[in-house]
């Protein structure tokens, strides 16, 4: 587990509202494999030049689910979003996930809404990756309420990926900016791309204050069972006081 | 009780069965000129049957179209259907049984009925045989009739006995079959060849050669189509001959005629629903569950609306069925109103029964998968919802094929991963415009759809050739690069080709993949 270690940072946290139970210092910081608050629906904004938004959502998936879960998970792309992006390609995702994908190609934005929300609502799906461009009529603030009360009632973690959208309205419960990184040199050949790294700015979420990370899939470790337990995903902070490499190693027991 | 079995010989059942289907008496329109139906083989199109005219003109079954063509120029021809012929022998088989109560096939052409104990119904054998030979004259099939003790001696009497004959349970069917040719036995080609060398041409031959002779001779002979002696002993009832029954399966239907023809959806919804409730109730007392449903609308001014619907795994809920009607209803034109609405369900699979899952429950709990695809693949078609598995292949697009989301993967070698692979494939590859150290460097700048990226960290290349067994041989190889730009972006691109590779002009660039 990584997290914070030093001193909080002077952050807005007249904007949070914590959920009840828990202190204001408890609900603070957003850090990775938290599994604790209940299903997740998460957007995530990016651009369509690149796959940092579909990666990062099987990252946090990766990093939420169950390694023993060997549910079905669905994919949703609408057909801009998959001439944009392009298809999945089972080689390259993740070795404990390629096995288990249902992909759904929809038409129109309306027809992946449709099978996004029937998605949420079977219960033998791990869980639910929304692909979608734009900023589509029918995804408006009441579609947006129906998924969090999908979500929330049978308990399936969405992420829906909004390619080259702006940011409207919605009731998601966080919401992520996401910008690829340069990533860390291999160790045996440093002129090659490493694993995949993100620059990601959470700029609301309900419970936590915003804040902008560096964020590292290491998906690889995880499923080989090689790395630290429950740790899907390595972050890092990059704003504010944390910079300088203010962030340690904790304990898994965090 | 004696056993007796009937055996019915359509002797031209191929060229009946065209006629029928061009709606022709024998010997009328184009039946009266030479005519032959035509199998394709590796050969080139070979005869399966021909009529009466182009028999008397000498083509005959198992002969190439062009050696009767040089008999008989005016032959026409049609093609052969064995599949259909079979599919309508079945059916026969089932109308077949007014003379008994199993019947069996005897592919190609023939059938066996059990008539034991049955005869006295009809007024006797004759009068049944006669029976026979009207209803089947009535369906304008050529057939040929035999009574006798055993399928076999009924067999060989059916094709090469008098017609209509009558082998009686006292008669000594050794005595009486002597003069039939051996290939009344049912053996192959290769068995009565070996038996004409031998010198053994009727059946009353092999009963003159010791039996242990023969048996020595056929000994390794297992199939009784290849051993003249199993036949034999089957023909003259030493050993029993189970007959395999054709049995009728009805599928589960169920329909509800209405006394008012209705013109509104809403009634059309009610009546789904309650069909949808008797089919789950006549599937639920067979423990069957339903793949496939057939809904037939018939409307007034006799047009029929046919709506089929395909289960990802077999159901029989009704609340979930006519929910899936129901999104196939929208555009259905009820004119005058439709009077009669039918369900049918002609493909299941068995389904044990279990706890009754209702829509609350589905409500509270979720829906399960196969429900999930159900819905999807009603709204979005079978064609929107699939899942990737891998295929033989080492070109980067065709090592992924797609098929339905709920088929198991068919087992395949697992593939080294020697290289990372981009998280996603791009449907149409784009070309890129790239500076790169020629003749084959890295790549050090590209544009893409309109923008330029400075690229500071490349892998490369991994050399992918081409698939030579499939493709042409002017298709170049593929030279791909694992990049990242300044910005981060990581994408997956290749060099088409070489320079001077003789294949073409200048190498292309193209952009395949996007990765993570």
Redesign the interface.
Known sequence: MFERCDSMPDLPFATVLPPPGQSALQAAEWRPGNRGEGAAHTEIFATA????G???A??FALDRIDPADD??WLWVQDREA??R?????????PRGL??R???????SAE?AL??LE??L?????AFVIGEIAGNPRALDFTASRRFSLAVER?G?PFWLVRLDARRDLSSARMRWHV?????P?PRW?P???GH??W?AELFRARGHPPGEWLLR?DAAARLDGTGPEGAGLLAERVDGAAQAGALARCPAAS | MPRRVLAIWCARLAIDRWRLGEGLAPGEGADAAPLALIAETAHGPRIAAANAPGRAAGAAPGMMLADARTLCPTLAVAPADPAGDLAFLERLAIWAQRWGPGSALDPPDGLIVDISGVAHLFGGERALLADARAAFARRRLTVRLAVAPTAGAAWALAHHGPDDAILRPRDDPAARLADLPVAALRLDDATITVLRRLGLKRLGDLHGVARAALVRRFRDRRSPAANPLIRMDQLLGRVPEPLLPVIAVEPPLVQRRLLEPIRHRDLLDRVVADLAGDMARRLESRALGARRLELGLWRVDGEVIVRVLELAAPSREAGHIAGLFGRKLDDVDAGFGIELVRLRAPWTEPFALAQGDFEAAAETHGTSLAACIDRLTVRLGAGAVRRPVPRASHLPERAQGWQGPLEPEKPLQDTFEFHDRPLKLLDRVEPIAVIYETPDGLPRRFRWRGQVHEITRAEGPERIAPEWWRERSSTRLRDYYRIEDGAGRRYWIYRLGLIGDGRGGVPGWFLQGICG
Request: proline fraction near 11%; include cysteine.
């Open positions: 030049d690149h796959g940092a579909a990666a990062l099987l990252a549910r079905m998959l001439r992006t392009g298809r999945p390609y089972r080689p390259g995702l390629r096995h994908l249902i992909h759904v190609a929809a038409k027809d449709f099978a029937e998605g609502r079977c219960r033998d799906l049978h399936v910008e690829p990184a340069a990533s040199p050949n002129q090659a791309p995949p790294a620059r899939g």
